[in-house]
């Protein structure tokens, strides 16, 4: 069974990285990234650089993005509360770097703020079977709806897609204040997908995720009906 800081420091699931033969730049930094040229269906499509495209792995890291969940780390005998952004790090030149810990420091608590919104959420995960452990793409989202329908806040998170628990705020914008229908819902994928970055093995995760969005937002919509 693992922790909750064991599953918030889940290391990535890129094989290159586990194989000390290949160049990696998250295990051994400036050697290269072998992913971006290799083997990489299973990759990253959103916050990847030169550096990295590996993936991050965990479903719950998701999860509490989607929930604003706050990390509480000590931190020489302060207490430092992070939100997911701020704990973990794009790869960008120094893949090596995941999160904002420093040397000594402890995750002593994960904080979800109560909140009307956590009232309707979702989340889905979309693997190649069942018996895979790892998400091709998954969702998690909550959705708060005003008195005449509207959507009033929204959040959503994506995993299988990034090199960190990616939060789409684009598309929140775009959600928010918008009456629930099918095109709000693509309008709103297509901005969470706008940036991604593609290989030929993987660009297949951009409609995936799209799908995946809009079945999610359907799903909460559909049960405050």
Known sequence: MASVGGNLLQRTRCAYFYDIATPCNKREPSS??????GLNRMHAILGT????????????????AALDATVIVQ????????????????PEATP?????????????????ATAPLHR?????????????????????????FA??????????????????????????????GAEPSADIFRRAADAALAG?????????KVELAKRAIGRVLRTLAEAVV
């Open 32 to 37: 290269g990234c072998s992913a971006i040229y």
């Open 49 to 64: 650089s030169d550096a990295c495209i590996a993936t991050h792995p965990s479903d719950m890291a998701v999860a509490l």
């Open 75 to 90: 931190r020489a005998g302060d207490e430092v509360r992070l939100t997911l952004d701020e704990f973990y790090r794009l």
């Open 96 to 112: 090596e770097r995941e999160t904002a810990l420093e040397a000594a420091d402890l995750i002593t608590a994960v904080e979800i």
């Open 120 to 144: 309707h959420s979702h989340y889905l995960k979309l693997r190649d079977r069942a018996s895979f452990e790892f998400a091709l793409v998954s969702v998690g989202a909550c959705l708060d």
């Open 147 to 176: 008195d005449d329908g509207s959507i009033a806040r929204s959040r959503l998170a994506l995993g299988g897609v990034g090199t960190v628990p990616w939060r789409a705020r684009d598309a929140e914008r775009i959600l928010d």
């Open 196 to 204: 991604a970055v593609t290989t030929p093995d993987n660009a297949f």
